[in-house]
């Protein structure tokens, strides 16, 4: 047996469309029809670009770093970095181990004076950071292995006005003892190729360069700075951090990429959840516009109920009635605001260009954002969870109506007739 007789549905369609002398009524029912959709919608969009953010910055995050860096506490570095990279990459869940070296330095060119972070690598390690690998071409490798040359950020070189081919001068903070005292370190390379990432801090600030070139700028003879582990896995690290820290002695630090941007992680995690709770908001301001325009509904159709009841119909036939009436808003506001949602997070580039196209203004500053692209990714739970409140939401505000009408006296209402 179906909960709702073919008569109470009939008669729910009926006072959902309301007559001139109720239209005011409409007019409130309509706009709670609109703000479920809007608050539906704005919470699918929301909550799917700040998922799209997340993926995509770490993502880029984890693809330039390693998911587990091992430090030495000697401030020389590490040096038996070989032996150690061959006896971790045999751990289980560890795909590849790269030696580098790190330092800071003040690229200068053209005039230009701009600090950065430099990355010795050896060029076979560079497929191991997948998002710089996909950005260079066989000419850029080529170049970078056999001519010793450096990569650089696109924003970079155009800050410093350098294309491929062209030179650059590395200062660096560790100085040389000289007769005349302890001078900065100053060698100039030829600058092999750019990249562009899609992540602005590493497009404008950071310069790769070959291992042993880096060796000879920071001094680090025969030593590493760190070792960076790619694991099969990055959500499941901390069970291979643990394999990793058992395998190097007590004079090595070892952090997964969870514990270096653990600040940066939790704030994402609490913006998520502030900004849920927030639009949520919208939902429940339009189930309380909900309950006030079914009971004026209600009170409306204090004579048509009246009848009813005389007729044989019980008071709970009374309550599936309103109670279908009410929630039929929200269910059409929920499914069109859920359509309106993915529509918009499925052409989400589109609308970026074509908003910026006409207003002329950059909504999404990767100098800002750190991604130069607005990204979306629907989580299908997340938007289930939100279907399922908005309904939730919108079957609760119209129960209490519902409820007065069932309690309706047809003496009562005939009487003041």
């Not at 309509?30 to 993926?55: D, E, H, K, P, Q």
């Not at 070892?254 to 941007?261: A, I, K, Y």
């Not at 203004?361 to 100098?367: D, Q, Y």
Request: charged share 20%; proline share 3%.
């Amino acid at each position: 047996m179906r909960f709702f007789s073919p008569v109470e549905r009939l008669l729910a369609m009926r006072y959902m469309r309301s007559r001139r002398s109720e239209g005011f009524i409409s007019v409130i029912a309509w706009f709670s029809l609109a703000g479920i959709t809007l608050g539906v919608a704005t919470l699918i969009i929301v909550m799917s670009v700040m998922n799209g953010f997340r993926a995509e910055l770490i993502g880029r995050i984890l693809g330039l770093n390693g998911h587990i860096g091992v430090y030495s506490t000697d401030t020389r570095g590490i040096a038996n970095f070989d032996q150690m990279s061959v006896d971790i990459v045999e751990l289980p869940g560890v795909i590849a181990v790269t030696p580098q070296i790190e330092g800071q330095a003040m690229v200068s060119a053209s005039n230009v004076n701009i600090g950065a972070v430099i990355r010795g690598v050896r060029w076979s390690d560079l497929a191991a950071r997948r998002p710089l690998w996909n950005a260079l071409d066989e000419e850029t490798i080529a170049r970078f292995r056999d001519e010793g040359g450096v990569l650089i950020g696109k924003t970079l070189a155009l800050k410093l006005g350098v294309r491929p081919g062209d030179t650059l001068a590395l200062t660096g903070t560790k100085g040389e003892a000289t007769a005349f005292g302890t001078l900065p370190t100053r060698r100039k390379y030829r600058v092999a190729g750019t990249y562009d990432v899609g992540m602005h801090e590493y497009d404008s600030a950071f310069v790769f360069m070959p291992f042993s070139a880096a060796a000879k700028q920071f001094g680090m003879k025969d030593r590493a700075s760190a070792l960076e582990i790619y694991t099969a896995d990055p959500q499941t690290i901390s069970a291979t951090r643990e394999l990793v820290a058992g395998v190097v002695s007590d004079q090595y630090r070892v952090f997964d990429w969870l514990q270096r941007n653990r600040t940066f992680i939790n704030a994402l995690r609490v913006e998520r959840n502030v900004m849920f709770l927030i639009l949520t908001l919208i939902i429940l301001v339009a189930a309380f516009n909900i309950i006030s325009s079914m009971i004026m509904l209600v009170r409306s159709k204090n004579a048509d109920i009246a009848v009813l009841r005389t007729m044989g119909a019980s008071g709970a036939t009374v309550m599936r009635i309103f109670l279908m009436t009410g929630a039929s808003i929200g269910l059409v506001g929920t499914l069109t605001g859920t359509v309106i949602g993915l529509l918009f997070c499925w052409k989400i580039g589109s609308i970026q260009g074509f908003v910026e196209s006409v207003s002329g203004a950059e909504l999404f500053a990767a100098e800002i954002y750190f991604l130069s692209t607005l990204p979306a990714k629907v989580d299908a739970a997340e938007v289930g969870l939100v279907i399922g409140m908005a309904l939730f939401l919108s079957f609760l505000a119209s129960l209490y109506p519902a409820w007065r009408a069932s309690r309706i006296e047809p003496a009562e209402v005939l009487r003041n007739e």
